[in-house]
């Protein structure tokens, strides 16, 4: 159980153009999902939080009219990455929480790789 | 803020070798989770521990979350080359209001050699 996904696994795109991620929990419901990016060798940063029905609460240096969040069902949350440039290449992770035996827990997408060209 | 220090930031060790990876803060934590990431895939959650003194183990290895919810650590028995990858400590906290985030440390990248 307590699975996440994310589509696409990889994008590459032109500079200018905007690509939207998608984050799927497949066997729970989350009114939370958090979206992260990580650069090589190093750990996650987180980007926002997104609470399902209403407003994602961004980290501080992240433009959110740059990167914006949607949770419109409690299984689904999407990323889009609006007039990409190449400094937004990079992995992008989104988890969801769910409560578990020992508190809540975090589980984790597979990632998708962004390239902008 | 809260901030986890992690340390070793690198390791790499011979197979058959122990060793142990540290989680630390001046902030308490309501949790605290490891995790395990391969190249090019999403963390994979080892563990988590709630309870001030708490020891968790999975096989070959042993969580420990201290007496006062501020460090934690991570230690393997005898590594061997599967156990390569990088690992991450998280601990859960609020982030104001009703939010709850998680705080990363920045890793301990393990490489265990044959």
């Known amino acids: 159980g307590a699975v996440v996904s994310q589509h696409p696994s990889w994008v590459i795109c032109k500079s200018g153009t905007s690509v939207k991620i998608e984050c799927r929990s497949l066997?729970?419901?989350?009114?939370?999902m958090f979206w992260y990016r990580q650069f090589p060798k190093q750990s996650l940063m987180l980007m926002a939080t997104?609470?399902?029905?209403?407003?994602?609460?961004?980290e501080q240096g992240v433009e959110k009219d740059k990167f914006l969040i949607n949770h419109a069902s409690l299984t689904l949350s999407t990323l889009t990455v609006t007039s990409a440039h190449p400094e937004d290449s990079s992995f992008y992770i989104c988890?969801?929480?769910?409560?578990?035996?020992?508190?809540?827990?975090?589980?984790f997408g597979p990632g998708t790789r962004l390239t902008v060209t | 803020t809260q901030l986890l220090e992690q340390s070793p930031q690198f390791l790499s060790i011979q197979e058959g070798e122990n060793l142990t990876v540290y989680c630390n803060s001046s902030s308490v934590f309501s949790s605290l989770q490891w995790y395990r990431q391969e190249p090019g895939e999403g963390p994979v959650l080892l563990v988590t521990?709630?309870?001030?003194?708490e020891v968790k183990k999975l096989k070959r290895l042993t969580f420990q979350f201290g007496d006062a919810r501020k460090d934690s650590s991570l230690h393997i028995t005898a590594a061997q080359p599967g156990d390569t990858g990088l690992y991450l400590c998280a601990g859960e906290g609020r982030s104001g209001g009703s939010n709850y985030k998680l705080t990363f440390g920045k890793g301990t990248l393990l490489t265990v050699n044959p």
């Open positions: 521990v709630v309870t001030g003194g």
């Open positions: 988890s969801a929480r769910l409560a578990g035996s020992g508190g809540y827990e975090q589980y």
């Open positions: 066997d729970f419901q989350a009114t939370t």
């Open positions: 997104s609470n399902e029905g209403s407003k994602a609460t961004y």
